[in-house]
């Protein structure tokens, strides 16, 4: 069954519910929040269906009132979150990327064919898996500012960093520990 741009309200649930529930567990990682956050969204799209224009699919609609029941879980919980710290990043993960001379130690090559791999249902698995692995605040920094997009400024915002500079410097070394997860646990596999 394929839902259509108008689709009734009593059928959201069955039409969207699984799309919107992957969304969330990607970005929260928890399957309790992921299920509230879909419930909300839902909620939300009920409550605001008069105001739906039709000037996209109903997908679509529910899909950014989901993004941002998940920027507000995040700007909720920010506090819970501890704050950035060089103990996160591990002191090897520099000496595992790189040899004696400065060369690279992984072979670049593998990572020339992410398409393949963004089609596997298993690597989506260990994706999480890995982004489950990472400190919390580290996992939310990748999620916010890579799967959802937002805005350098707006990440300091929601998970209340100093200034924009430390977010690139924890970002990149989110992205670094990320990587060194699917390398070991992905990308050696195939």
Known sequence: MTPSATSEPETWL???GDMLYRYALLRVRSEATAEDLVQDTLLAGL???QNFTGQSTVRTWLVGIL???IIDHFRKNRHET????????GDDLLAYQFDEE???QVSLVEWA???KSLDNEQFWQVFNDCLSRLPKNMADLFVLRTLE?????DCCKVLDLNSTNQLWVSLSRTRMKLRQCLDTHWFTKE
């Not at 997009?149 to 400024?153: A, H, K």
């Open 149 to 153: 997009d937002l805005s350098s400024e």
């Open 82 to 89: 501890s704050t950035f710290s060089d103990s996160d990043m």
């Open 113 to 115: 064919t992410p398409d």
């Open 67 to 69: 993004k941002h029941k």
């Open 47 to 49: 409550q605001g269906f």
């Open 14 to 16: 069955n039409d969207y």
């Open 102 to 104: 400065g060369n690279w």
